[in-house]
């Protein structure tokens, strides 16, 4: 009988053991389940605010367009219908939220040469100091070529002040760009 009380409890050690073991597995099991549930949810919450995002920068994009802006390569650009001096044409861009275009390399300014024509103010100026020409972002004119067609060599600068031929006019269209590009 004794040794029927050893044996039986040998196996309710080991049944006990086993049962223990399954539990912490089981429970181990459901912390590793409910970890990979909570970083699927916030996987979840980053690509909910990404297509929010998107959809926003989609609207954006539509309600720009519908109203005469036009796209190129991460920007908008705008073409105003009136005659005016940089001063004006400034102060139209920024009522639009934007400031006047600065050309940042040979394709931004064959596109804007392309698509507005010549004759259009960008945002290029020496009003602050003679001869220091500066865009409407405080940047400093790179006359190493980085921007090609604004070399400083008298007039072709004075020129470089708006999208157009040499033969300089008083009054340009805005072409308009929103900031942060």
């Known amino acids: 009988m004794e040794e029927q009380v050893v044996r039986s409890r040998r196996n309710i050690s080991a049944r006990t053991r086993?049962?223990?073991?399954?539990?912490?597995?089981?429970?181990?099991?459901?912390?590793?389940?409910?970890?990979?549930?909570?970083?699927?949810?916030?996987?979840?919450?980053?690509?909910t605010d990404e297509r929010d995002?998107?959809?926003?920068?989609?609207?954006?994009?539509?309600?720009?367009t519908t109203s005469g802006w036009v796209y190129f390569k991460g920007?908008?650009?705008?073409?105003?219908?009136?005659?005016?001096?940089?001063?004006?044409?400034?102060?139209?861009?920024?009522?639009?939220?934007?400031?006047?275009?600065?050309?940042?390399?040979?394709?931004?300014?064959?596109?804007?040469?392309?698509?507005?024509?010549?004759?259009?103010?960008?945002?290029l100026s020496d009003l602050e100091q003679e001869g220091v020409w500066r865009w409407v972002d405080d940047s400093l004119l790179n006359t190493s070529g980085n921007r090609p067609g604004f070399r400083v060599d008298g007039e072709l600068v004075e020129q470089a002040s708006s999208l157009q031929s040499p033969d300089h006019r008083e009054y340009h269209r805005a072409t308009s760009a929103p900031p942060g590009r």
């Open 18 to 47: 086993l049962c223990v073991a399954l539990i912490v597995f089981c429970f181990g099991l459901v912390c590793v389940v409910q970890a990979v549930n909570i970083y699927l949810r916030i996987e979840n919450l980053h690509v």
């Open 53 to 64: 995002y998107l959809m926003l920068q989609l609207w954006n994009l539509y309600n720009y």
């Open 75 to 123: 920007s908008m650009y705008h073409n105003s219908s009136t005659n005016q001096n940089w001063d004006e044409s400034r102060k139209y861009c920024q009522q639009r939220g934007a400031d006047l275009i600065i050309i940042n390399n040979v394709q931004e300014q064959k596109f804007a040469t392309d698509t507005f024509g010549q004759g259009k103010w960008i945002g």
